[in-house]
């Protein structure tokens, strides 16, 4: 069995240029082990998923998120200017909300259908491409992005993707 952390730095050497740590199943203390040992082995930062304690206790590099969490502004006002600081989002006005809040980037999507999430509808590259014309920070594309389809959300203009099975599977 592959540890959370294990995988994460398999998918750096296939190219993944930050990781997020978000493991629903694990205790916190188990989230807190292995946050430590990916702050310690990556060289890309790393992030913890909705837990602003977490990320500062171990030194992880920032905070992704849920667009149902602690407002952008309050996780700002904790972690402070330096760290990174992202926010999922399914609307362009959630986006512009993370944004003027503070946040440094937005995932947003699902853009193409997902495992992950079943029954939650995809916004398509449309939706994609109107969300990275009205922001200035970042927009990630996540849900059901392959080789393909991370190209096609680039060409939209998104920064980049955010992706589970793209990484296991190569």
Do not use: W
């Not at 849900?143 to 099975?165: W, Y």
Request: hydrophobic share 45%; aromatic share 4%; glycine share 8%.
């Amino acid at each position: 069995m592959v540890s959370n952390a294990e995988s994460g730095l398999q998918a750096v050497r296939r190219s993944a240029t930050m990781l997020l740590l978000r493991a629903p199943e694990l205790s916190m203390r188990q989230v807190e082990m292995e946050l430590r040992r990916l702050v310690d082995a990556s060289p890309v930062p790393v992030l913890a998923h909705s837990r602003c304690d977490v990320a500062l206790a171990v030194g992880a590099a920032g905070v992704q998120l849920p667009e149902v969490d602690i407002p952008t502004v309050d996780a700002r006002t904790l972690l402070g200017p330096d760290r990174l600081l992202g926010r999922s989002v399914h609307s362009l006005a959630a986006a512009k909300r993370a944004e003027s809040e503070g946040a440094d980037y937005v995932v947003y999507g699902p853009v193409f259908p997902t495992a992950s999430h079943p029954g939650r509808a995809a916004v398509g590259l449309g939706a994609l491409r109107d969300v990275c014309l009205d922001l200035r920070i970042p927009v990630l594309a996540i849900g059901g992005v392959d080789d393909m389809r991370s190209q096609e959300c680039l060409a939209a203009g998104a920064q980049g993707f955010a992706a589970i099975g793209y990484f296991q599977r190569r």
